[in-house]
């Protein structure tokens, strides 16, 4: 797989570098700004772009902005926003986008195995939400909170489904049947007034449903 990575923190760039190329992906470009990146990528076409939300020369959007537009040119290329802090509102519109697309804390890229995996996720076609990013979403309240009518254990089962895990994740995780996992995620659809269908993508509408209500 051929990833274009993007960060203003060299050191970091560089550590990101060495571990895809360790874990077997193609570094075939690295930017330290949004101007750069989007050269890179318009050069490479690469499977997987690895963005900063925050990068020169204000700090602000630039790498975010730069994301839109990496997902309107090239819709195949999957896009992992990388971020210090949780930016719910930033993120929003790109997380409903619902495949290839990823939002991740920098903390969690020093565990390597979560970190591949998340990128294998959005490799192919999948979504991955930091849990962190998750606990804000279930940790707020609102008079119209959408979430209301979900039982404890459906909101666990919302809260790792929004991670990105597969029904036999979840499963795993909670230590319960696949079909009551599936049962679960019936339930979660129709109290939150999102049509049942096969695809992945009404999953992290689930979630995004919930974060468009704060």
């Known amino acids: 797989m051929r990833v274009v990575l993007a960060d203003d923190d060299v050191l970091l760039r560089e550590g990101l570098a060495s571990l895809l190329e360790r874990s077997g992906y193609?570094?075939?470009?690295?930017?330290?700004?949004?101007?750069?990146?989007?050269?890179?990528?318009?050069?490479?076409?690469?499977?997987?772009?690895?963005?900063?939300?925050?990068?020169?020369?204000?700090?602000?959007?630039e790498g975010l902005d730069a994301a839109r537009v990496i997902r309107?040119?090239?819709?195949?290329?999957?896009?992992?926003?990388?971020?210090?802090?949780?930016?719910?509102?930033?993120?929003?519109?790109?997380?409903?986008?619902?495949?290839?697309?990823?939002?991740?804390?920098?903390?969690r890229v020093t565990g390597v195995a979560d970190f591949i995996d998340a990128l294998e996720r959005i490799a192919h076609g999948g979504s991955v939400v930091d849990p962190s990013?998750?606990?804000?979403?279930?940790?707020a309240r609102?008079?119209?909170?959408?979430?209301?009518?979900?039982?404890q254990r459906e909101r666990e089962v919302l809260a790792l489904m929004a991670e990105g895990r597969s029904n036999a994740g979840i499963a795993h995780k909670l230590w319960i049947t696949e079909g009551t996992v599936e049962k679960h995620v019936r339930s979660i659809m129709a109290r939150m007034q999102l049509p049942e269908t096969e695809d992945d993508h009404r999953r992290v509408l689930a979630v995004i449903t919930f974060l468009e209500a704060r």
Do not use: N, W
Not at 29 to 37: C, N, R, T, V
Not at 77 to 94: F, K, P, R
Not at 142 to 151: A, C, K
């Open 142 to 151: 609102h008079r119209h909170d959408p979430l209301e009518l979900l039982t």
């Open 133 to 139: 990013l998750v606990a804000e979403l279930i940790a």
């Open 26 to 61: 193609e570094v075939v470009g690295q930017a330290g700004d949004a101007e750069e990146l989007l050269v890179l990528v318009r050069e490479h076409r690469p499977d997987l772009a690895i963005v900063d939300i925050r990068m020169p020369p204000t700090h602000t959007t």
């Open 72 to 107: 309107e040119e090239f819709p195949e290329t999957g896009v992992l926003m990388l971020s210090a802090h949780v930016e719910v509102d930033q993120a929003m519109e790109l997380l409903a986008a619902g495949h290839r697309v990823g939002y991740l804390l920098k903390s």
